[in-house]
């Protein structure tokens, strides 16, 4: 059970635009900024998002991030296949002393 | 080029140790925290411990407190986890991490398995 919760599976078509939610507490999401990952199959993670919507130097501008409150969220504009991917929400929890994940999303370009 | 690379995986038998080690270049290795995250097979990611720029601060995930230690040597830009009394659910590739604004640089990985 992980402390910040994903949805397990999203989808969509080339060209279309889809969200995945990460939902926290105000000890996480709540009282620091969320980071956004992306894992392709069989590699390392990659950073993809951090300080809830800044993109690292290479990342492309249809990937956006965004936080409410205890919940963050991150869009892909104009879907690609090669975005298809695991997705980990991640962000520093005061009540644990420590990082936390999302459980991650499994991302399927149809 | 800015670079992290992982060793020290492999087969280890339950309650058995594993020392990592992860490897830096490209960047001042003693400016930056440093952490190690988890990945079982077929799971998700999680984190497992980090490090202070000068080792003086040190925080672990509750399941490995007591048995991993992190530690770093800046002299060789060398990062550590000392695995002590391992246990099935321990087994994952473990990666070394950068943290830069968070984990910005990612090394590839090594596996470590634990089985009798």
């Known amino acids: 059970q992980s402390v910040l919760t994903q949805p397990p599976s999203a989808s969509g078509t080339p060209g279309q635009r889809v969200t995945i939610s990460c939902s926290g507490s105000s000890s996480n999401i709540g009282s620091h900024t969320v980071n956004w990952f992306q894992q392709l199959p069989g590699t390392a993670p990659k950073l993809l998002i951090y300080?809830?919507?800044q993109r690292p130097s290479g990342v492309p501008d249809r990937f956006s991030g965004s936080k409410s409150g205890t919940s963050a969220s991150l869009a892909i504009s104009g879907l690609q296949s090669e975005d298809e991917a695991d997705y980990y929400c991640?962000?520093?929890?005061?009540?644990?002393?420590?990082?936390?994940f999302g459980g991650g999303t499994k991302l399927t370009v149809l | 080029e800015v670079q992290l690379v992982e060793s020290g995986g492999g087969l280890v038998q339950p309650g058995g140790s594993l020392r990592l080690s992860c490897v830096a270049s490209g960047f001042t290795f003693s400016n930056y925290w440093m952490t190690w995250v988890r990945q079982a097979p077929g799971k998700g990611l999680e984190w497992v411990a980090n490090v202070k720029q000068d080792g003086s601060e040190k925080n672990y995930v509750d399941s490995v407190k007591g048995r991993f230690t992190i530690s770093r040597d800046n002299a060789k830009n060398l990062l550590f986890l000392q695995m002590n009394s391992l246990r099935a659910e321990d087994t994952a590739v473990y990666y070394c991490?950068?943290?830069?604004?968070?984990?910005?640089?990612w090394g590839q990985g090594t596996m470590v398995t634990v089985s009798s």
């Open positions: 991490a950068r943290e830069g604004h968070t984990f910005d640089i």
């Open positions: 991640a962000a520093w929890d005061d009540s644990l002393s420590g990082w936390v």
């Open positions: 300080s809830n919507n």
